[in-house]
């Protein structure tokens, strides 16, 4: 099946600071998602972007679909953002499968 | 973005016991529902895949006799831990989807057996 790899594992700034998280796929995607779970549990949508660029306040994410690759971009990063950022893809549309996430504490 | 609700949020249980999980497509037709399940510090385990109608299909490892699913509608799925002991506690979550379209989570179950 498809691998997926998020990088880093875990990365810790101060608040107001900039990040890039990396997901890496194994395989051609027709869905690819950005998802958030907070502290308490919950998973968000951040961003449904199999190719291509978005924005969304102070998130952006890029797919470049030909190198397998996504970013996710966080600016003038808060301590609500805290949390775990995961990646998921799916080839043939019938399931996604989920990087191991990167944990992102944001401290004041 | 669209809806899916998940419910209870928490559940405690004593050993031996029953727990359905129900999740509920508000706003769009879930075609297919998947369940997960993620234990602390780790990332989401595919534990089956439901389609409206039809019967799941589990992920290797996974008890389909313990874990009993139900798709019997496109707004509603709903997931049976079966005589639920202590290392079934966990965090069990659906995912769903229209198709070929992005997917929206429900909000979590934590279940905990006593």
């Known amino acids: 099946g498809i691998q997926v790899e998020q990088s880093p594992p875990d990365l810790i700034l101060q608040e107001g600071a900039n990040s890039t998280l990396r997901c890496n796929f194994s395989?051609?995607?027709?869905?690819l998602q950005w998802f958030h779970q907070n502290p308490w549990g919950q998973l968000i949508n951040l961003f449904y972007i199999p190719s291509g660029t978005k924005q969304n306040g102070r998130l952006s994410a890029t797919t470049v679909a030909t190198e397998r690759y996504s970013l996710l971009y966080i600016s003038s990063s808060q301590t609500t953002d805290s949390g775990v950022y995961f990646c998921?893809?799916?080839?043939?549309?019938?399931?996604?499968?989920f990087g191991e996430g990167t944990q992102l504490t944001v401290n004041p | 973005g669209a809806v899916v609700s998940q419910h209870p949020s928490r559940v405690i249980c004593k050993s031996g016991t029953s727990v359905k999980i129900e999740c509920r497509s508000l706003?769009?037709?879930?075609?297919?529902m998947f369940w997960y399940r993620q234990f602390p510090k780790q990332s989401l385990m595919l534990m089956a895949t439901s389609n409206e109608g039809s019967k799941a299909t589990y992920e290797q490892g996974v008890e389909k006799d313990k874990f009993l699913i139900n798709h019997a509608s496109l707004t509603l799925s709903t997931l049976t831990v079966t005589s639920a002991h202590p290392e079934d506690s966990s965090f069990y979550i659906c995912l769903g989807t229209g198709g070929k379209t992005e997917a929206f989570f429900g909000q979590g179950t934590r279940l905990t057996v006593v």
């Open positions: 395989d051609s995607v027709n869905n």
């Open positions: 998921a893809v799916d080839t043939s549309g019938s399931r996604l499968t």
């Open positions: 706003d769009f037709q879930a075609t297919t």
